[in-house]
């Protein structure tokens, strides 16, 4: 009985540092996490088309993007810090779009205008599918 409880108390407080790392270690889905700065437009089996509004001076927490196309609605400076501490700024064009294999990131609207983009998230196919 003694080693029964053993055995579950340590299957319980693994399960529950496993759960722990997960939700930390991983990043989450930037429309769930973030609803005040990313809003669903279009959503379908192909893509999820967002609405991607950063005011000046806001930070958006660690979240992720699969394969996406950014296309900046506004000129802006960001600070990006990806999950091993590193952080780049990127001063972002109204109007160039570019292509990205997709990325875990938080950010930072370090300018002095709103980052305002239109994200297109692209979701896996197999070949053959329409």
Same mark, same amino acid.
């Given at each position: 009985?003694?080693?029964?409880?053993?055995? =579950?108390?340590? @299957?319980?407080?693994?399960? %529950?540092?496993?759960?722990? =790392?997960?939700? $930390? +270690? *991983?990043?989450?889905?930037? @429309?769930? #996490?973030?609803? #005040?700065?990313?809003?669903?437009?279009? #959503?379908?089996?192909? @893509?999820?088309?967002?609405?991607?509004?950063?005011? =000046? %001076?806001?930070?958006? =927490?660690?979240?992720?993007? $699969?394969?996406?196309?950014?296309?900046?609605?506004?000129?802006?400076?960001?600070?990006?810090?990806?999950?091993? %501490?590193?952080?780049? *700024?990127?001063? @972002?064009? !109204?109007? &160039?779009?570019?292509?990205? &294999? %997709?990325? *875990?990131?938080?950010? #930072?609207?370090?300018?002095?205008?709103? +980052?305002?983009?239109?994200?297109? !998230?692209?979701?896996?196919?197999?070949?053959?599918?329409?």
């Amino acid at each position: 009985m003694r080693a029964f409880a053993a055995f =579950a108390l340590g @299957v319980s407080v693994t399960a %529950g540092l496993w759960l722990f =790392a997960m939700k $930390a +270690g *991983v990043a989450q889905d930037p @429309v769930k #996490e973030n609803p #005040e700065f990313f809003k669903v437009l279009l #959503e379908n089996d192909r @893509v999820r088309v967002i609405d991607d509004l950063v005011p =000046a %001076g806001a930070k958006v =927490a660690m979240h992720s993007h $699969a394969a996406y196309v950014v296309y900046p609605l506004s000129s802006y400076r960001m600070k990006f810090t990806f999950p091993d %501490g590193t952080t780049r *700024v990127v001063d @972002v064009q !109204e109007g &160039t779009a570019r292509y990205s &294999t %997709g990325i *875990v990131h938080a950010e #930072e609207n370090i300018g002095t205008t709103d +980052g305002h983009a239109l994200l297109v !998230e692209l979701k896996t196919q197999q070949c053959g599918q329409q």
